[in-house]
């Protein structure tokens, strides 16, 4: 069956960084753009950054540019969101979602950034 599994959340202080992974399997992950979103408590989940299904293209939100990168590895049905520079407002549930011919989300990890 589809399964999309994060890991790599925690807690972690202002300035500090994670890397976040999801692990996917069940369905051919290299034609599936794949998501980072996040949703923090009281608020609507938002899109953090996307990643076309070869890796060419990547977007992102304008809160996380130029600290957040997102990278995939094919090979091995991973996808990454590297955190640098955390700031408190980005303590949140990150999910990892595929797109393709159909859309599949993950549980989601929790990151909790605090002093």
């Known amino acids: 069956q589809v399964q999309l599994v994060e890991s790599g959340g925690g807690l972690v202080q202002p300035g500090g960084s994670l890397r976040l992974s999801c692990a996917a399997s069940?369905?051919?992950?290299?034609?599936?753009?794949m998501n980072w979103y996040r949703q923090a408590p009281g608020k609507e989940r938002e899109l953090v950054a996307g990643?076309?299904?070869?890796?060419?293209?990547?977007n992102y939100a304008e809160s996380v540019k130029g600290r957040f990168t997102i990278s995939r590895d094919n090979a091995k049905n991973l996808v990454y969101l590297q955190m640098n520079s955390l700031k408190l407002e980005d303590t949140a549930v990150y999910y990892c979602?595929?797109?393709?011919?159909?859309?599949?989300w993950g549980q989601g990890t929790q990151v909790t950034v605090s002093s």
């Open positions: 069940g369905f051919t992950f290299s034609s599936y753009a």
């Open positions: 979602r595929a797109s393709g011919f159909r859309v599949y």
């Open positions: 990643i076309s299904s070869t890796g060419g293209m990547t």
